[in-house]
């Protein structure tokens, strides 16, 4: 089955910089990655998602990168603001499969 | 309505107690997700509903018993649980399962088995 390798497990940075957050995955039949950023005590919430059939997407601060190659995708938050702080998760799942497969999670720590 | 809501938000019970947790959601949704957090870990599968038929069992203990009455509404029914059972239970719903169907999340039942 599908595993999915996240990187890092912390990630502390100063507001205005950049984040970058990796994620791997295993199972070549994934196409569709989604990210999710949880806050203390809420619920998951989907941030930007990407399919196998496009390399990059972008969201205002937000983009994704996708190399079905090397099978890994990225996470890079700009310009990044205190209330970006949380955890990050990254997932993937296959076609015809309902399943997603989470990453262990990214704390990211933006510091005023 | 875009929100899956839950209730109860907490529940404590004990090892001999049968309780719900409920799931509703009005998005015309036809897929619809159980999920167990444990702190500080990622949210892991226990069941995925679609058009009202179990179509994913995660292999999760019978003391856990997943009931879909209609296609808004998903229940998880506790009997027996272990103290660790005791984690975070998010549902989910989406358009109608398919993979790359964006999955969104209820805010949870904070649930403590004693």
């Known amino acids: 089955g599908e595993n999915v390798e996240q990187h890092p497990s912390t990630l502390s940075v100063q507001e205005g910089d950049s984040a970058v957050i990796k994620c791997t995955y295993s199972d070549s039949a994934s196409n569709y990655f989604p990210w999710y950023k949880q806050e203390l005590g809420k619920r998951p919430q989907l941030i930007i998602d990407i399919r196998s059939n496009v390399g990059e997407k972008k969201d205002q601060r937000i983009a994704v990168t996708l190399n079905k190659t090397a099978k890994h995708f990225s996470l890079h938050i700009t310009e990044t603001q205190p209330e970006d702080s949380a955890v990050y998760f990254c997932?993937?799942?296959?076609?015809?499969?309902?399943?997603?497969?989470f990453g262990t999670g990214t704390r990211l720590l933006v510091s005023p | 309505d875009t929100e899956v809501t839950q209730t109860p938000k907490h529940l404590v019970m004990g090892m001999t107690n049968k309780k719900s947790l409920k799931c509703e959601q009005h998005m015309g949704h036809r897929a619809m997700y159980w999920y167990k957090q444990k702190a500080k870990k990622p949210p892991e599968l226990m069941f995925v509903?679609?058009?009202?038929?179990?179509?994913i069992n995660e292999s999760v203990p019978s003391r856990f018993s997943p009931e879909c009455p209609n296609s808004s509404l998903l229940n998880l029914h506790l009997h027996a649980l272990q103290p660790e059972d005791s984690a975070l239970y998010l549902c989910a719903s989406s358009q109608d399962g398919r993979s790359g169907d964006t999955q969104y999340f209820g805010p949870g039942t904070r649930l403590t088995v004693l």
């Open positions: 997932a993937a799942s296959a076609t015809g499969f309902q399943k997603l497969v």
């Open positions: 509903y679609s058009y009202e038929k179990l179509s």
